[in-house]
Nanobody
Framework: QVQLVESGGGLVQTGGSLSLSCEAS????????MGWYRQAPGKQRELVAT???????NVSDAVKGRYAMSRDNAESTVNLQVDNLKPEDTAVYYCNAVDRSSGVNYWGKGTLVTVSS
């Protein structure tokens, strides 16, 4: 089992930045991909950005060009920064980790980011 705990988020003004961190614990040796998804009110959960254990990033068009992502495999943390925030970035942001063998997805509880216009 893998447990994920997010930190960061909150209320941000349009044009500002968000910084999120996620720390994994438990069977961290099982993790391949780690990253972030988000779910806006009334919408499905969608990819923000993920990174596998060798640094390959998969990022959504919605944040491409205004994001930065880092991962520390030794400490099992993944960080996300998104700049130039827009009201449509308002969502609950979830940390995600994928088991390298089974493909099982683990999720954090989520952290709310609200971008005020």
């Amino acid at each position: 089992q893998v447990q994920l705990v997010e930190s960061g988020g909150g209320l941000v003004q349009t044009g500002g930045s968000l910084s999120l961190s996620c720390e994994a614990s438990g069977s961290i040796f099982r993790i391949d991909v780690m990253g972030w998804y988000r779910q806006a009110p009334g919408k499905q959960r969608e990819l923000v950005a993920t990174m596998n254990s060798v640094g390959v990033i998969n990022v959504s068009d919605a944040v491409k060009g205004r994001y930065a992502m880092s991962r520390d495999n030794a400490e099992s943390t993944v960080n996300l920064q998104v700049d130039n925030l827009k009201p449509e970035d308002t969502a609950v942001y979830y940390c995600n980790a994928v088991d390298r063998s089974s493909g099982v997805n683990y999720w954090g509880k989520g952290t709310l980011v609200t971008v005020s216009s």
